[in-house]
């Protein structure tokens, strides 16, 4: 069976630090991947998606990037962290074909301080 | 363009009472339609999905949905309300064609009171 999996759980990072957050899905190949946002009391942003390794599609502007080095890993970082980039982020995958059906991990919460 | 109404951010209810959670959506194209649930800190979890066939879909912890085409609704249920379905409930349509997207609504936190 597939697994998606995110870390950490929670991070604290200083106004200006670096970022990085990892997610890998096992048990599938050639998944497509996103990256979500949750701010408080809010919806969900798509901030990135990839449907293959290299190939990175950018939702909105903003202070962060995103990289798929190998088929089923999926990073997103940051040079410098800004208070507005707190928030729950989500990493998601779906099977190649045509319904799209989302699998969500665990998340991170970042505390931007 | 695709998009996804639902309506009411909040919604109580009391525990053994039905829950209905609206969802309206507007696509060019006969949609593929979604619910998940999100409890506290973590992340959503699929509760349905309706594709093709069949317009009331049962899901998972008794929940259903029905897809009504001339409203372009599709309602999420459940006639007896739990205290462990407190949580964030998104309905989602996928986007059109080849596009690789979900569009989701803004959410529905539900309360259940004792």
């Known amino acids: 069976s597939q697994t998606i999996h995110q870390w950490p759980a929670t991070l604290v990072q200083p106004v200006g630090s670096p970022l990085s957050l990892e997610c890998t899905v096992e048990?599938?190949?050639?998944?497509?991947l996103y990256w979500y946002r949750q701010a408080a009391g809010r919806g969900l942003q798509l901030l990135f998606y990839s449907v293959g390794i290299g190939q990175i599609s950018s939702e909105v502007p903003q202070n962060l990037s995103a990289s798929r080095p190998q088929d089923r890993q999926f990073i997103l970082s940051s040079k410098k962290l800004l208070l507005s980039d707190s928030g729950f982020y989500l990493c998601?995958?779906?099977?190649?074909?045509?319904?799209?059906?989302?699998?969500f991990g665990a998340g991170t919460r970042l505390s931007v301080l | 363009a695709q998009s996804v109404t639902q309506l009411g951010s909040h919604v109580s209810v009391s525990e053994g009472a039905l829950v209905l959670l609206r969802c309206n959506y507007s696509?060019?194209?006969?949609?593929?339609l979604f619910w998940y649930v999100q409890y506290p800190n973590q992340g959503l979890q699929l509760l349905l999905k309706y594709t093709t066939g069949a317009t009331l879909v049962k899901g998972i912890n008794g929940f259903e949905a029905e897809f009504k085409k001339s409203e372009t609704s599709f309602h999420l249920t459940k006639p007896s309300a739990h205290m462990s379905d407190a949580a964030e409930y998104f309905c989602?349509?996928?986007?059109?064609?080849?596009?690789?997207?979900?569009?989701w609504g803004l959410g529905t936190s539900l309360a259940v009171n004792p």
């Open positions: 989602a349509v996928k986007g059109a064609g080849n596009n690789r997207k979900l569009i």
């Open positions: 696509s060019s194209v006969p949609p593929y």
């Open positions: 048990g599938t190949s050639n998944p497509n």
């Open positions: 998601a995958w779906s099977a190649s074909g045509d319904l799209n059906i989302q699998y």
